[in-house]
């Protein structure tokens, strides 16, 4: 199938007073139509800026250094702004971690949802109304001719998610980039919203680029997934692979540190192991791999060298000198 | 499902019902009411046009109104004033007793427009035959103070608003742009305004008019006043706007609406302009009698409003000289009533900035 999205070595740095912070180096993935990337990491790993980048909504001091992302084809990085504009919300959109945060306070839903709708088609006023009410009721907030009327403060956290989905599939976009959106809710409503998701790919076709730092929400939609760490895709494969046969030291740590059961009254010991040490600073990177002052199978080598992406298996991309 | 019910709280009534509680601002807010009804409906108000002069009556003192006649309650009424030359040739005012004038409620008088639309010359109250009433004495021409006051609130009173409103759009948009582009953009806007500012404003303003014809017509006057104040007064405005933008714009809705796809100048207008309004409000009330005292600074320097047209800093102007206030005290009154103006605007500022606080209680 075709790539829908296709990243070439992005380089994503923000400049700060003294010190380059390299959020994002060498990113590289792409992305097939009808496809779901969970794109997993540790906090500040790079995830949501890689996300921003995509959006081009890095802002001063931050840059895109090097890099290009094809969405369907098109350079993003070479669009004109307005260009680019118009492509936000209309064929790539996107979800945020706060849904209170992400609606403005001052106007109703119906209102922030028309006038999406309004910026991106052309269609009549009398029209409008009608499919946000539509909207509403495909991501299940009900009864929609009344929420259309409340608040953000009026709506929970789980609906406020609804609305937001809402607006961001309100013109049919081809490339949906999520960006960790159940972190802020609790684990029931996380379920019902990733149930939306998968009845809203049925019924919408999009794409989507979803990213958290939850491995089990991960597995239940992801087709695939892309490991990052230090602002660097480690491993990228398809999610059964993945999950079956992990060949990044860190990936292995990340799946053998999900808990399995409840650890049982004080009998003591959890059965979950936890990575030592922490995410390296982003202005200040380790030497070598990123990842080898944590890894507990490095050598020599990994001190020396970034190792480079490799097909360590059919579409099974890694960066590491021990897998292949 | 009980929200179809009940009515959806907006954002905007809570504060209304907090600011009921502030009893100064209310009480403020009254008064700026009744001042703001009495500049509408001056013609009505005042039992003489602006220009209607006696100048036989030159700084005539109030009218006595007489409530009793030889013991007896009877209809008020007022005497003819009239005057003699005393040694000093210094006129000196007494009552014609002969003859009773009965004042009369509405009263048909001079012309005058409502809302500069209806033409009428009903009047709330006036004197028939040749006597006058002055219910606060009259001017050099002889003109009732009483009547200039409501005509000069007229001018007084709309260049606060007006000229805060035109320094609001600019200061509010400037800033806006300015804090949501930041980087050089907002480094030249922010240059500017602090070049105006630097300049004493009571001076810049002086220097602005006299760059501009002395001779103009009074409605010319009023716009160039207006015009002249608001430029003085938007940085103010637009550096606070700005600040307040370049918190907001980090803000995730304002993020939220970038990704969405939302133009540059929609979020301005609608996601960043919106937030800002709880500190103009109270910026803009707070700095209305700045522009009123601005207005009565160059109208008493003879700058302003020329007569026959009447503000009251020109009104004021009469006064300037002591001996004109020591023997015609009255001609001081104007002041009293910017005073008032001020005090209740700057009191109602307040309230409102209370009520805007989200730390107070509510």
Not at chain 1, 229 to 243: H, N, Q, S, T, W
Not at chain 2, 91 to 108: A, I, N, P
């Amino acid at each position: 199938m075709e790539n829908i999205l296709e990243i070439k070595d992005l380089h994503t740095y923000f400049y700060t007073q003294g010190s380059v912070i390299k959020a994002v180096e060498g990113v590289s993935f792409s992305v097939k139509k009808g496809e779901v990337l969970g794109l997993v990491g540790e906090s500040a790993c790079g995830k949501s800026v890689t996300a921003s980048s995509i959006m081009r909504l890095i802002a001063p001091p931050g840059e895109i250094v090097k890099g290009q992302i094809f969405f369907e084809g098109e350079d993003l990085l070479k669009l004109s702004s307005p260009c680019m504009r118009r492509l936000r919300g209309n064929k790539i959109s996107m979800i945020f971690q706060e849904p209170q945060a992400a609606l403005n306070p001052l106007y109703t839903i119906g209102f922030q949802i028309e006038e999406m709708i309004k910026i991106h088609k052309n269609i009549s006023k009398s029209q409008i109304r009608p499919l946000a009410l539509e909207l509403l009721r495909k991501v299940g907030v009900n009864p929609p001719e009344i929420r259309i009327k409340d608040y953000p403060h009026n709506l929970s956290g789980g609906q406020a998610q609804r609305v937001m989905i809402a607006m961001a599939i309100s013109c049919n976009p081809a490339l949906l980039i999520a960006d960790e959106p159940t972190t802020a809710l609790d684990v029931t409503i996380q379920a019902q919203i990733m149930e939306l998701f998968t009845q809203l790919r049925q019924d919408f076709n999009f794409t989507l680029i979803f990213i958290t730092h939850n491995l089990a929400l991960c597995s239940q939609v992801a087709t695939c997934v892309a490991i990052m760490y230090g602002g660097r895709i480690v491993e990228l494969a398809p999610k059964d692979e993945i999950f079956t046969n992990p060949l990044h030291p860190y990936t292995q740590a990340l799946f053998s540190s999900i808990p399995r059961g409840m650890p049982r009254g004080n009998s003591g010991k959890s059965e979950f192991k936890v990575i030592q040490g922490v995410v390296p600073d982003a202005s200040s990177k380790p030497k070598g791999c990123y990842f080898h002052p944590r890894c507990c199978l490095r050598k020599e080598v990994c001190t020396e060298g970034y190792p480079e992406f490799i097909e360590a298996r059919p579409e099974h991309w890694v960066s590491c000198f021990m897998a292949g | 499902m009980q929200t179809a019910n009940c009515k959806i709280k907006r954002p905007t009534n809570t504060g209304f019902r907090k600011l009921r509680r502030h009893k100064l601002a209310m009480i403020s807010f009254y008064v700026l009411v009744f001042l703001y009804a009495s500049a509408i409906f001056a013609g009505f108000i005042a039992p003489y046009h602006f220009d209607n002069e006696n100048r036989v009556l030159s700084y005539a003192p109030a009218t006595k109104i007489y409530f009793f006649n030889e013991g007896k309650i009877s209809r008020p009424f007022v005497y003819l004033t009239s005057y003699r030359f005393d040694e000093f040739y210094n006129r000196v005012y007494r009552q014609d007793k002969s003859k009773k004038y009965f004042l009369k409620f509405f009263m048909r008088g001079d012309d005058y427009r409502i809302f500069g639309l209806f033409k009428t010359n009903v009047h709330l109250f006036g004197v028939e035959g040749e006597a006058r009433i002055y219910l606060l004495g009259a001017d050099s021409r002889g003109r009732d103070l009483f009547s200039r006051i409501f005509y000069g609130g007229q001018v007084s009173l709309s260049i606060g608003l007006v000229g805060v409103l035109i320094s609001l759009i600019i200061g509010v948009f400037i800033g806006g742009i300015s804090g949501y582009f930041s980087g050089r953009i907002d480094n030249i806007i922010m240059r500017a305004c602090e070049i105006i500012m630097a300049i004493p404003g009571f001076y810049l303003m002086l220097a602005l008019r006299s760059i501009f014809s002395y001779s103009l017509t009074s409605v010319q006057i009023y716009f160039l006043i207006v015009l002249i104040m608001s430029f003085i007064g938007w940085p103010g405005i637009a550096r606070v706007v700005r600040g307040m933008a370049l918190s907001l714009r980090e803000r995730e809705f304002v993020l939220a609406a970038k990704a969405l796809g939302v133009p540059d100048a929609k979020i301005i207008l609608r996601h960043i302009i919106p937030h800002t309004f709880s500190y103009v409000i109270v910026a803009a009330t707070l700095s209305i009698p700045g522009y009123i005292l601005g207005e009565s600074a160059l109208s008493l320097l003879g700058l302003g409003i020329q007569d026959p047209y009447a503000s009251w800093g020109n009104l004021l102007s009469e006064s300037m000289a002591i001996a004109q206030i020591k023997f015609h005290p009255w001609i001081l009154i104007p002041g009293v009533f910017i005073f008032i103006t001020v005090m209740a605007f700057n009191l109602l500022g307040d309230g409102l900035r209370d009520v805007s606080d989200p730390k107070m209680p509510k």
